[in-house]
């Protein structure tokens, strides 16, 4: 098995932290952890791979509390197979990435959430605690099993999205959320990128609280998804009142197939795009076409399936105005590590460092990072 077109020179699949504690002092060199490899493409390929260290055999549910609306679970755990868990309690674990094998530990290494991000907030917002296996072997703790917790730094924010390069996840705890008695999908036609701006718009700046926002767009037009989530009174108010807020569009009981799916094919470039939300109109604009785009359309985050030839550097010069970014997260060919995710920020010195204290030899997911960390 490769990572990212990288050939490891041994894969390990340790059933315990402290298996995976004595694997990471007993080796002396590059480590890379891989969950289900639904997301090894959302990073640089690694610039070694001595170890390729498999998180499935971590797959226990180890505590689930309901009355406190907490589980702790080790980082292989599929979050398909926990929402199956915690279903029968009335609860879920608020993420919706489009990969429901993917795993837990992988997912706070990507920071991978969906469209109800909007609600119920993002990996870094319903992680409460983790487990990590440092570089040396040692096992840390951050946060803990319960949702008010103010004792130290919240490091766990830390590792979200480090993609395994200061840390091993092996545990993770997370806030959960009742599952919802209803949910209606408002549905609407969008005819330009300035009418999409403006409908997301009416929809944030009301008192209406919907679950998520999402458009697809595609040549010019597209279709606009606002879903509630709720008690039934509820859901069938709000959803009325949304279609009199946006001045169109209709109810349905489900959502569309492309809501919460990522676009694109094999040969496309599939890029996360990171933007202030009031510039949606001016994204979708500066696209180029044939492009087919996911975007959350009251957070600013949106995913592009745009082709293979694409100028990214003249993208994201477009996007920079509005605190933008473009990251590739799935390439037909081989890039570079400064064309995943863009040029060197101001911070760069601070991550750096960071990523020093926490693996000083650079021995985990070594060139993964911006910069090449």
């Known amino acids: 098995m490769t990572f990212a077109g990288v050939e490891p020179k041994e894969t390990v699949s340790p059933a315990t932290a402290g298996e995976v504690a ?17 997301k090894t493409g959302w990073a640089a390929p690694p610039a070694s791979c001595d170890v390729l260290l498999r998180t499935g055999g971590l797959d226990r549910v180890t505590e689930h509390e309901p009355g406190d609306l907490v589980v702790v679970a080790e980082a292989g755990v599929r979050l398909g197979e926990l929402q199956r868990r915690l279903a029968p309690y009335g609860q879920q674990l608020a993420l919706d990435p489009p990969e429901p094998d993917a795993t837990l530990g992988g997912i706070v290494g990507a920071n991978a959430s969906g469209p109800r991000r909007l609600r119920y907030g993002t990996v870094r917002d319903l992680l409460i605690g983790v487990t990590v296996v440092l570089a040396d072997g040692t096992v840390a703790k951050a946060g803990g099993k319960v949702v008010k917790n103010v004792a130290g730094y919240d490091l766990g924010k830390l590792y979200t999205g480090a993609h395994g390069a200061l840390g091993v996840v092996v545990s993770t705890s997370w806030r959960l959320h009742a599952l919802p008695a209803a949910r209606t999908a408002v549905v609407a036609p969008v005819e330009s990128a300035a009418e999409a701006g403006q409908l997301a718009s009416r929809i944030a700046r009301s008192t209406l609280t919907p679950t998520a926002v999402e458009l697809r767009w ?32 209709v109810c349905a009981d489900d959502v569309p197939e492309w809501f919460g799916r990522r676009p694109g094919g094999d040969g496309d470039l599939v890029l996360r795009l990171a933007y202030e939300p009031f510039a949606l109109p001016r994204v979708l604009d500066a696209l180029p076409a044939p492009a087919v785009t996911t975007a959350s359309a009251c957070t ?3 995913y592009a399936a745009v082709p293979a030839g694409t100028d990214l550097a003249a993208l994201r010069a477009a996007l920079a ?37 926490f693996d000083p030899r650079g021995r985990l997911s070594p060139g993964r990072l911006l910069g090449g960390l």
């Open 300 to 302: 600013g985050v949106a």
């Open 218 to 249: 595609s040549e010019g037009h597209g279709e606009l998804v606002v879903l509630f989530e709720s008690i039934e009174a509820s859901v069938t108010a709000q959803s009325q009142a949304a279609i009199t807020r946006l001045g169109r569009g």
């Open 321 to 357: 105005p509005y605190d933008g970014s473009a990251v590739v997260l799935r390439a037909p060919g081989a890039l570079r590590a400064e064309d995943h995710w863009g040029p060197v920020p101001d911070s760069f010195g601070l991550m750096k460092r960071v990523k020093d204290q």
């Open 22 to 38: 004595a694997l990471l002092r007993d080796t002396s060199g590059s480590v890379v952890p891989m969950g289900s490899g639904t």
